[in-house]
Every structure is written in C-alpha cells, then in structure tokens.
DNA sequence: CATGAATGAGCTTTCATTCAT
DNA sequence: GATGAATGAAAGCTCATTCAT
C-alpha cells in the first residue's frame, strides 16, 4: 500500500539533500576560493565573491572557515597535493639520455604545471609567504624539499652517467628551478601588464633556456668538436 | 681669534638647520617606505606607518608625496630607476671581453641590488602588479625596459664580438634575469623559512648560474677543446 | 477558531519582518538625508550622523546608497524629480482657464514643495552647486529642465486661449520661478533669522506676486477696462 | 658731516616699510578671501590660497584673523559699507515718473551690484547664513532692512501718485527684490552649469519682470484702453 | 612680525565578521 | 544549518591651525 510521504519523511529527505550538499560545500568553497585568489590575490579578493562563486551566502562560508585567512591555508594545503611520487615513477622509467630527461622534466612541468592554475599557487605562496609563516613552512616541506629532490636527481643521473659534467647538483638544480619559477610568477603578476606588445612566449622562453643549460652541463667529447 | 655669529649668520643658521630638515624628509620617508613596503606589500603599509617609521606625523607624509602610489614610485626611482644611466655608463666603457663583463654585472647586480632592500622591490611588484596596474605599468616602463636593454646589450656585446655564440637576445635577456629575480623572489619570500638550514647561499648560487650560462654561451674554438 | 500559526507562517513571518525593515531602510535614510543636507549643506553633512539619524551604522548607509552623492541624487528624486510625472498629468487634466491654472500651481508648488523640507534642496543647489558639478548637471537636468518645462506650458496654454498677453515664454518662466526659488531661498536662510518680528507670510508673499503676476499677463478686454 | 646709517636707522626704516605694510595687509587678506569666497563658496576656499592671492604666508593670515571663520566674517562686514544713502538721495532727486523710476532702479541695481563681485555677497549670505546666524542678524541690519526700505519708498511714491494702484507695499518690495535675488543666486551657482545652452540674458530676464511688474501695477486710465 | 613645516582631527568608503531570523 | 542585513574598525587623504625659527 502506497503512501504520502509524511512530513518527516520530507523533512528527512532534504535532510539528506542538504547533508549531501554539506559535504560537498568546503570543496566548492575552496575551489573557488583558489580561483578568486590566483586571479586577484589573497587581500584583494573579497570573502562574498568567494561565497557567490560557490553558490553559496557569505555567513555559509565563514560556518566551514573561521576566518579567510584559514580559508587560505586551507586552498594552499587542499593543493598541495603531492603529485610528486608519480613524477618520481616517471623519472625512474624514463629510457633516454639524460639531456631529454631534463629536457622532458622542464616540458612536462610546463604542460602539467606551469600553464595551469596550479602555478598560481606557486604565485600565492611567493606574495604571501611573509604573511603566513607556518604556511610557508608547510610548503616548504611539502612542495619545494620534493621538488628539489626531483630535479637533483635528474642532475645526478647525468654527472653519474658522464652525460654531464662535474657540478654542485645542489646548486645545480636552481639552474632548473630558477627559469620555471620565474615564468610561473612572470604570468601572473607583470606578464598580463605587457599583453600584446613584447609579452613573452613560454615555449620560446624554456627552449632558450634548456638549449644554454644543456650546452653548459653537456660535457662535450674532444674528438667530435662542438657539432651543435 | 673666535668671532661672535652675526645677527646674519644666526639667520642663515636658523634657516639652515630648517632647511637642512626639510631637505633630508624626503629621504627618511623613502628609507621608511623601501623598509615597509617591501617588509609587508604596497597594499598592506599603511601611510601613517611609514611616517612614523620615518619620525613625522601622517600629514607630513603627503607634503612631501601627493598620494601612496607617488611615494611608491619614489621609491622605485630612488633604488632602481634612477641608477640606470649610471650602469648604462659602466656598460658603455667597459675594457675587457663579454664573459667578464656580464660576470661583473650579475655579481654587480647582488652588491648593489639583490643583497639589499632594494631587491624587495622586485618580489613587491610580482605580488602586488595585478592589484595596482598604474604601478605595475610604470614599473614596467621604468625598470623592466631599461634593465632588459642593459642586459640585451650585454648579450649584444657578446655576438657581436664573436665571443658569444648566435642566439635570439630577445630571449636571451631572460638566461640572465631568471636566476637573478629568483634570488630576489626567494629572499623575500620562502627563503627567510629556511633561514638556518639547507639556506642559499647567493654567492654560490650566482656562480652556480654565470658558469653554466657562460659555458653555453661562449663559443669555444675546434682547436682548443674545452678548456674550460 | 483560531489556529496556531505554522511552520510555514512562522517563517515567513520572521522574513517579513526582515524585509519589512529592509524596505524601510531606505526611505529612513532618506528621510534622514533630507533632513541633515536640508539643515547643514551637503558637504557639511557626514555620513555618519546620517546613518545615525536613521538608526543604523555608518556601513548600513553604503549598503543602500554607494555613495554620499548618490544619497543626494536618491534625495532630490524622492522629493522633487519623481514627482513631475504627476504634476504634469495634473496640469494636462486641469478644467478652469489659465490664470487659475497659474494660481493653483503656485499654490500647490507652496504646499506640497515649499513649505515642506524639500524647499531646502533648492537652497541646497544653489548653495553647493559650485563645488558638486555632477550634482549641479544632474539637478539641472532632473529638476531645473522639467520644471521650466512645466511653467512653460502653463504660460503657453494661457497665451494659446488669448488669456494671456504674447510674450517669450523662454523668459516668462522666470516670472514664477523667482518668487517660488527666493522663496524656498529665504526660508531657509535668512528667513530664520528674523523670526519674530518683520517674519514672512508665505501666502501673503505669494499671493502678492501672483496677483501682480496675473494682472501684468492677463490680455483685458477693452470693452470692459480694467474689471479685476 | 654725513653719517652712514646706523642699524638703527635701517632697522627703524625697514620698521617703517614693514609697519606701512603691515596696515595694508588685512584688506588685501580681505580682498584676497572676498575673490575666492564668491567664487568657491566657504567651505570650498582654502585658508593657504587666500593667503597666496594676497601675497603672504599662510601663517601670517593667522596673525590678522583668529580663524578662518573670524576672516569671513570680517569679509562679508567690510563689504557691506552702506552706499544706502548715496541711492537714498538719487530716488530723492529723482524727476520723472515712478514707472521710469523703478525701472532705473532695477537696471542700476543689476549695472552696480548685480553685475559685479558685490552680488557675490549675496550668495555668500545665503549659503552661509546658517552657519553664521549672528552674521545673518548683522547682514539683516545692514543689508536688508535698508535695502527694503529703498524699494518701498519707491513703491509707495508711486502709490501715493496715484501712478500705481494701491497695494500692501510690504509685500510688494519681494516683487522687486525677488526677481534681482533670484538672478544674483542664480548666476552664482547654476547659471555657470548651464553655460553655451540655454544660458540666462540678465538684461533679458530683468526687463521681463520689470514690463511685466510695471504692467500689473500701473493704474491704466480707462479712457484709453491698454496700447500697451 | 613673518614664515612655512608640521600636525592630527576628520571625512568617505570598504569589507571581514557577526547574529537575528 | 543557511542567510544576508548590519556592524565598525581601518585606511587614504585634506586642511585649519600652531609654533620653532
């Protein structure tokens, strides 16, 4: 026998929408939150926009976020996914000479990172390191020491395989990290003020750069006089 | 014989030692605002801060510059802008070969720059370009045109001496200003949360990047292999 | 039977009365705004004994009204512009010849406009206009133009009938305007001042003007010299 | 036997010079304030350009004036010098009949204060009254009632003639004084926003009220029937 | 007396945060 | 839980007024 729902049932039932809805609401909030503050920066973006971009009312935000500086620290860290293992898979696998492994690393990062959001997160964290120590920190751990750890590999396979020459690999992998850091911040800070005349190609911009860090590392054989 | 000041000389006196005030506010306003500004960001100094920092009251302030962003400017110029012609000048007679001299300029570039304040400036306009597109253009004409003319003449130099091997300078600026704003980025930035432990050492870092950038820049002769 | 209120009334109930308050907002501030600018000029008025006077805080203000000029102009439509659709269709539905056409709208502009606060946004105008330029436009075109307008067509249907004498309406205006402005003027300068003795009787002024008014317009019949 | 000056002598003569200098001051202060008050309104004028236009310092004004308030004050009681008696006697001498009469009234108001600086006066009244309500009293004294008194006795000689009809004089000096008020106000605050289009013609606007004050208040002799 | 550098109260506007509903 | 109206602490800038020189 078929029955009306009964008020508690419909109560319950929205209940249940609602709980669904309740857990989905930080994750809204945070992607939106990451969009808003890649775009605009931490000071500059406004906790309503945050809550309107997630579909949801300013009080709603600060129910999961107490404040917007925890907002904050809650995207960086809810990015900071370390994707770093799978990188480090990749690395090992990699069948080739060392000059593509570096030549592939810096691409790859370009496709994977640099060219996406997530490297406004990179952006973020460089403008706003001197306001969130502990975040720093955080990120310090959980994203530049792997990081590192990453491309000093890549250095040391190629001066283990003679491919390279003789280097500091600890100072080597700035030689790495400085170009693609620099882009990420360039993009997202003075780089759209140049829009249209002068602006920078990234694609242009990695090859000079991997082309003269190669011919710098590369160690090249006495009898085959630099044919490059 | 010792002689009395004259009425004169009391006048003069007087006048001078006011004179001598007003004349040296500019400065400690400028001193106070490089300290701020690149301590917590253009948007997050307050005016009155910077006055008291440099002794005088709010009002003092906007005597000597019309608005913030004036006095901001007037920090830029001080610190960087208005150095160009002089290093334009130190470029134009330089004696000796292009690896020497881009060499100078970089290890020139931490003395002056990136080891002080003034390198604040730098991470300040990455953080805060998008917020205060005045600034950012003006910086832009400012510092980042007439820094990348030195450099690209630099390079020029270099080709066209036949020391430095072919390459598109329009690019090539930026194998010279990577490592360099990395450094000044990572300073005010993640840098101070490492500050004890695996810290940077700029020197070695600077060396790390000039070896490699010359070693794939210069353009060795067939007949004496790297002699590097 | 009563019945208790249900979930449903309770809720919406406790929305109304929100709402309630929320739609009144407004016309409070108004309310206040007309009142301090009236009293005290517009720049001598701040926000926040606006806000005060209306019972909420300074923020509460801007919530409604973006700006203090904005306030102004929502003040000046509220009591004057947003009435001139009425008054017209009142002047194009008026059955009497045109001198008491002429009478009566000098009559109503004392008991709906003059008498009443409104009369000081007049004197406000003129008193600010030189310093608020996009207010003095604005007054113009919402207030000054409309106005004229509907003088003139007073002053135009009396001269159609041959009730009125011919005359260029383009200046005709004036001959109402500036009894009602110096009026509205007055009173709200220095009127106040001689309160007691020597005080204006507003009917008896206008009625003075008007009778002169309608016996130097009024064509008579050189049949019948001079009746009134 | 000539003697070179003592410093005595130089200092009193510089006494002298500045002493001389000295008197002049506080009416060029007061010329100074009387310009920019009229053409920027109270408020609006600013202490140091008062000070500029009079060629001193800024605080020098202080030393002449207690306050800015004190200063306007001072300006608006210098400028109210009766030349009541001067007009008193020409409408004494007057030949010729009361019609011409007010009409030169009217016209001679507008030549001499209307058209010039001195009508700013009267707006200045007008804005500022309420904030100097003992100004006002004082302006009422020796502005106003003067003023009417003028205008009435030109009323009543024409009254008394039998050249205008009989009318409540008190009354009607407003329909000689409402019409010049009006224009004084008017082109000091939006008669200069409306500037190119639509502009007012002074002398157009007074003949306009003054034919059609004349026509209401002439006694027209019913013999001959209004050639007018 | 005269100066003008210095002051600081005061104004409008913004926005993170709260809390009655 | 969710809402959004309300709050009030800031912040940049102005300018009458003071006072050391």
Redesign the pocket.
């Known amino acids: 026998m078929p029955t009306l729902p009964t008020l508690c049932d419909i109560a319950s039932s929205a209940r249940a929408k ?2 669904r ?2 857990d989905a ?1 930080p994750g809204e909030l945070l992607a939106a939150a990451l969009e808003l503050f890649v775009e605009k920066g931490f ?7 945050v ?1 309107k971009l997630a ?17 904050f620290k809650a995207v960086v860290r809810e990015n900071i996914s370390g994707r770093f293992s799978e990188w480090s898979a990749e690395l090992e696998t990699f069948e080739g000479n060392s000059a593509d492994l570096l030549r592939y690393c810096m691409t790859a990062w370009w496709e994977r990172v640099g060219s996406t959001k997530a490297s406004g997160i990179s952006k973020l964290m460089m403008s706003e390191a001197g306001n969130f120590p502990e975040l720093a920190a955080f990120y310090q751990e959980e994203v530049v020491k792997p990081g590192n750890d990453l491309i000093r590999r890549v250095l040391q396979r190629g001066v283990d395989s003679g491919e390279f020459r003789q280097l500091n690999v600890e100072y080597g992998v700035y030689l790495l990290l400085a170009p693609m850091m620099f882009l990420a911040l360039w993009r997202h800070s003075l780089g759209p003020c140049v829009a249209g005349n002068g602006e920078l190609d990234p694609i242009a911009y990695l090859n000079t750069h991997i082309d003269n860090l190669l011919l710098g590392l590369t160690v090249r054989t006495p009898a085959a006089p630099n044919a490059s």
């Not at 000071?43 to 926009?49: F, I, K, M, P, Q």
Request: charged share 40%; proline share 0%.
């Open positions: 609602r709980e809805r309740k609401r000071a500059a973006t406004r906790a309503e926009e809550a579909g949801v009312s300013k009080g709603t935000l600060f129910l999961y976020f107490s404040s917007k500086e925890e907002l």
